[in-house]
């Protein structure tokens, strides 16, 4: 990771409204974090540089903004959480007057199409990397989605 690109991320982030920012590439993992409120004389924002693989070093995702659409309850534990790849704008369908990609208690195949990320005009379409039953949507139609925030709930097979 180039030096000076690193002071841009840092410059940038220390003049944003982030608390909390996480990246990987090329197999160096920079996680940055800061408080919201801090009290007189505490210590200035936290920067962590490692080369850990994003699993062990990706902090927990926000929770989505509102309510989650569930079918039946199963313990969350056993299920598969498709993940966000990209910061966006979460998207159930195709265009605004068609049908979602799926739905809670649909059956899908790995590879699949179930939703759409918009993100700086592109959109990415996500697919499913299991096959199994949706359980649980967990990002509103139109709303936005954090790196590695779960969007789905899947119950595999």
Do not use: W
Not at 21 to 39: C, D, F, R, Y
Not at 142 to 155: C, D, G, R, S
């Amino acid at each position: 990771m180039d030096l000076n690109y690193l002071r841009r991320l840092l410059k940038i982030f220390d003049e944003s409204s982030a608390t909390e920012l996480n990246i990987e590439e090329e197999g160096v993992s920079v996680q940055m974090s800061k408080a919201t409120q801090q009290p007189a004389g505490m210590m200035a924002p936290t920067y962590i540089m490692g080369s850990q693989p994003s699993a062990a070093t990706v902090a927990p995702a926000l929770p989505a903004a509102a309510a989650p659409v569930a079918a039946a309850p199963v313990a969350e534990e056993t299920m598969h959480k498709l993940l966000s790849p990209i910061v966006g704008t979460f998207y159930r369908a195709p265009s605004p007057d068609a049908d979602s990609f799926v739905q809670v208690g649909q059956h899908v195949t790995a590879g699949e199409t179930l939703c759409i990320v918009e993100a700086m005009k592109l959109m990415n379409e996500i697919e499913s990397d299991v096959t199994g039953t949706i359980m649980k949507i967990l990002v509103e139609n139109t709303h936005a989605v954090e790196y590695n925030q779960p969007m789905f709930l899947i119950k595999p097979d």
